[in-house]
């Protein structure tokens, strides 16, 4: 393909992309962009449902100390929930720390992703079956990796995507800039997916970047870039839709940012309201994602009472489930400490073993 | 055997792997066409092509976290840091990601890879290129470190190094890199992880690696005629050690002396001193000494002669071996 020298067509749209009014009903604010099925969008909505609730549930988890800590992503479920519905099994998916309910909606295992939190191993899925790479910690070095993976799909003939999800407050970090660049000059089929959600912990979004958008830095990177209205489901899934069909298309990586907000505290651990106002909070509410999508699909008939019913019903059995599996005391085995340090264990950590069998054998 | 340099034996044994191998590909800065800072990599594009080996953006982390990708992705990356203190943007890439993947995963996932890092001093270079950095990452569990001494070491190790299934740091002594022997292609010689005895002596120990393994084998040599008859082990794997091997030769001879270039506070000097001390006090005569880099940033090239242990500075060390009630300081 011939590398694209303009940067108009690079550019991101003027206004993020919208189809949804905050109140739910439909505007056209879209560009090229097209409206996914509705049955797509029904399925978005069950997702977010779930999604909510499952997120509910691991913070009262944490608050009952069975997890050591959660990161919610309440609020930013039309991000969380059109990521994963975006991609295909062979896609791969490269989480943050936050973005546990997108592995929901990808279809893992409550138990597996919460055994992170939770604290019994820092990865509780299998990763190779999965295609969803361990949920970072470290700000952006996983944009890398999504880059590299990326790369080798590519001269190995698939036709995957690599996606990789981040924070604003990781679009700072050096990472994340060498892997836009590293993307763009492989031409690598990755979708960098930035959910802007106005705070690094209690650093706010004007403090972190002078940038009228996040999205315009992928244009001085040659890297196609877009804005989302990211409380707005139908307008995300669509834009990631496109993003990641222009990546497996061979057409290169995209960068998309989506405007949201985080709802709650960075963890359990902040208080948020030592840097926000209450009324901040407030108006973000009324912005809220799962409540505009059920509006809108509400007013055009494509989803009844019944349906909202059993969704809900769906998401309490979900969370049940939930409960029960964190409620089980599971102790890890002290000696896997030792195991898949190396692949060729080494004389030392032998040692090491046997020094712990024996404590824990006292 | 024909006699070739440290650096052509280390391009002999990437040409090989890439030959041998689909999934070992190289790269990093300056590695194509002009064949690296130190030709190591000359005329490997030139001869399998810009799919196996090819320059990158110049960014450390961006080449180490995309070789991570390309290792998840089922390649075996083998990339150049083109000199030491160059691969410290990359620190959070190789500690956080290329360290722990394979234990983060359970195992799900490998990084077989090697960073490839031109390291330490004695060529003149101006600041920021003849950095010791070797402790960083013998301190990070999850890495294997190992450090050539000859250039048949070279070959072997760097071929074990790409076979490895556990990511590998490949410090290569630069100073060393025009030194040449005869060299084997048949891979008899290095076991990945063990040490050797370079030259069987019965007084003392001289415990080396990289740079300093020529330097220790001439004051072998220099030390026959103060009547001492020492012998030199070459670590070669840095982490993991092989106790074995060392503790088998200091429980023989009774003194030991450990040699490096790095700053001598806190370095790998002192594991090597604790170890061999813990497991052969008994036979010890004397306490096991350093004799490293100054605890200094490594100065301008036309004071670097005062940096570098020397063998003068190593023969004051081991006469001191017998007088082991004096005052010791470490690196002095």
């Known amino acids: 393909m011939s590398r694209e020298t303009s940067a108009a067509a690079l550019l991101p749209s003027g206004v993020p992309v919208r189809f949804l009014a905050e109140d739910g009903t439909r505007v056209d604010e879209h560009g090229h962009y097209s409206e996914p099925p509705s049955e797509r969008l ?13 997120d509910a549930q691991a913070t009262a988890l944490t608050k009952q100390g069975r997890l050591a800590v959660y990161p919610s992503s309440a609020g930013q479920e039309a991000c969380q929930v059109a990521s994963a519905l975006a991609l295909t099994d062979a896609d791969w998916l490269f989480p943050t720390y936050r973005d546990s309910v997108a592995l929901v909606a990808r279809g893992l295992e409550p138990g597996e992703i919460l055994t992170l939190l939770r604290g019994d191993a820092h990865c509780g899925y299998d990763p190779a079956e999965t295609r969803v790479a361990p949920q970072c910690t470290p700000l952006a070095t996983q944009t890398l990796h999504a880059a590299g993976l990326a790369h080798a799909m590519q001269r190995r003939g698939e036709d995957s995507v690599a996606f ?12 994340f800039h060498e892997a836009l660049n590293f993307a763009a000059v492989f031409e690598a089929p ?11 912990i209690s650093v ?5 970047s002078a940038a009228p958008a996040l999205a315009y830095k992928g244009v001085g990177y040659g890297v196609r870039s877009e804005q989302v209205d990211g409380n707005d489901a139908v307008a995300v899934l669509s834009v990631l839709e496109d993003a990641v069909a222009h990546a497996r298309s061979g057409g290169g990586p995209v960068l998309v940012e989506a405007h949201t907000y985080r709802i709650d505290a960075h963890t359990n651990a902040d208080d948020a309201t030592r840097y926000r106002d209450r009324a901040e909070v407030e108006r973000w509410r009324a912005a809220d994602p799962v409540r505009r999508l059920e509006t809108y699909l509400t007013t055009e008939n494509l989803l009844s009472a019944d349906d909202v019913e059993r969704f809900r019903a769906e998401a309490e059995t979900f969370a049940a489930g939930v409960r029960d599996t964190l409620n089980a005391d599971v102790e890890p085995d002290p000696l896997s400490l030792f195991e898949h340090v190396y692949a060729v264990p080494t004389r030392q950590l032998a040692a090491q073993r046997a020094l712990v069998a024996a404590e824990v054998e006292a | 055997m024909t006699e070739i340099s440290m650096a052509q034996a280390l391009n002999a044994a990437l040409r090989d792997a890439v030959k041998d191998d689909d999934r070992v590909l190289i790269f990093g800065e300056d590695v194509g066409p002009l064949g690296g800072v130190f030709r190591v990599t000359d005329g490997i594009t030139a001869d399998f092509g810009e799919e196996r080996c090819f320059d990158t953006p110049l960014a450390e982390s961006g080449i180490v976290g995309f070789a991570v990708g390309m290792a998840m992705g089922g390649f075996r990356p083998v990339v150049e840091m083109q000199f030491d203190a160059f691969a410290y943007p990359a620190f959070e890439q190789i500690t ?13 996932l490998s990084l ?22 070797e402790a960083y990452y013998t301190h990070t569990p999850g890495l294997r470190v190992v450090t050539p001494g000859t250039p048949q070491d070279a070959y072997d190790l760097l071929r074990d190094s790409i076979d490895s299934p556990d990511p590998v740091i490949f410090l290569e002594p630069k100073c060393r890199y025009w030194s040449k022997e005869p060299v084997s292609f048949t891979r008899e010689g290095a076991a990945m992880d063990r040490a050797v005895v370079r030259r069987a002596g019965e007084d003392v120990t001289l415990i080396a690696y990289g740079p300093m393994v020529a330097t220790a084998l001439e004051t072998a040599a220099a030390a026959t005629a103060e009547g001492w008859d020492v012998e030199v082990v070459d670590l070669r794997s840095l982490s993991p050690f092989d106790d ?7 429980r023989r001879t009774g003194r030991a002396v450990v040699v490096h270039e790095a700053a001598g506070f806190g370095g790998y000097g002192a594991e090597v001193v604790a170890r061999v001390t813990e497991q052969c006090f008994h036979q010890l005569h004397a306490p096991v000494l350093r004799v490293t880099g100054l605890d200094i940033p490594y100065p301008p090239p036309k004071l670097e002669r005062h940096q570098l242990p ?19 300081v470490a690196g002095a």
């Not at chain 1, 990755?190 to 690094?200: E, G, K, L, P």
């Not at chain 2, 074995?244 to 200091?250: D, G, K, L």
């Not at chain 2, 020397?310 to 010791?328: F, G, M, N």
Request: glycine share 8%.
């Open chain 1, 204 to 208: 706010p979004f004007e403090k972190q």
């Open chain 2, 244 to 250: 074995e091997t060392v503790t088998a030769s200091v």
């Open chain 1, 164 to 175: 990789a999800l981040i924070g604003d407050g990781a679009t700072s970090e050096g990472d």
């Open chain 1, 190 to 200: 990755v979708v960098f997916f930035v959910q802007n959600n106005r705070f690094a």
């Open chain 2, 112 to 133: 077989p890879m090697v960073i490839r890092i031109p390291y330490a001093g004695g060529i003149g270079g101006v600041e920021h290129h003849c950095d010791s950095s």
């Open chain 1, 42 to 54: 029904v399925e978005a909505y069950r997702l977010m449902v779930l999604g909510r609730r499952f």
């Open chain 2, 310 to 328: 020397d063998v003068d500075r190593i023969l004051d060390t081991v006469a001191r071996l017998q007088w082991h009630d004096e005052p010791v």
């Open chain 2, 96 to 108: 956080s990601h290329v360290a722990k993947l394979r234990n983060r995963t359970r195992g799900a």
